[in-house]
């Protein structure tokens, strides 16, 4: 592939990596934070919206190590489509479950924990590809760009969490989380990971 074909789509990948990591970053804080007022509003119980919480911050504490370690040795672009189609099956099942049964503490307590794994693999394996999806030169742009976006998700998502929560239905929210996860999906495919990969064995 000549040079001048590479840098064009090293522009492509600063896009789309910007706006999948956006929606991957940002939709897991959202929704951590919209179903934490949720079950503090069906429950009444602090504990029981803290233990949600804990369910979103310990698995990502607890599998990071492991998250670097798999994202070195396997395909990252395989890990970070894996990871986001996972989030998508698990918000859809969440959604099943709350058409059919009605929300439990359990199951938002399993997909929360689910979440937080699926995105902890996809955020690691995400910032590692970074030398391999764009030309040395836009690495520290590509840095920076992944730095807003994890900045925009930890400062934005608890306002854009609570404005949502209180502006749509439970259901809608999670149609919309499931949407967004879709078209991250989409994104992360017509990636080429290795476009400026130097990774050694």
Known sequence: MDESRKLKIATYHLF????????????????????????????????????????????????????GYVADKYSRKKIVIFAQITTTLA??????????????LTAIYITTCILAIASSFSSVTFTSSITGLVDEARIQRAMSLNQIAMSFAAIGSPAAGGLLYGAVSMEIFLVIYIAASIIAVFLESTMNFNLFAKRKT
């Open 16 to 67: 789309t990596f910007t706006i999948s990591k956006i929606i991957s970053s940002f939709g897991a804080q959202v929704y951590a934070f919209a179903i934490s007022f949720h079950i503090l509003q069906i429950t009444g119980s602090a504990t029981s919206f803290a233990a949600n919480l804990l369910c979103n911050i310990l698995p990502r504490t607890l599998i990071s190590p492991f998250a």
């Open 91 to 104: 918000i859809s099942g969440l959604l099943y479950v709350s058409l059919t049964y009605g929300l439990s």
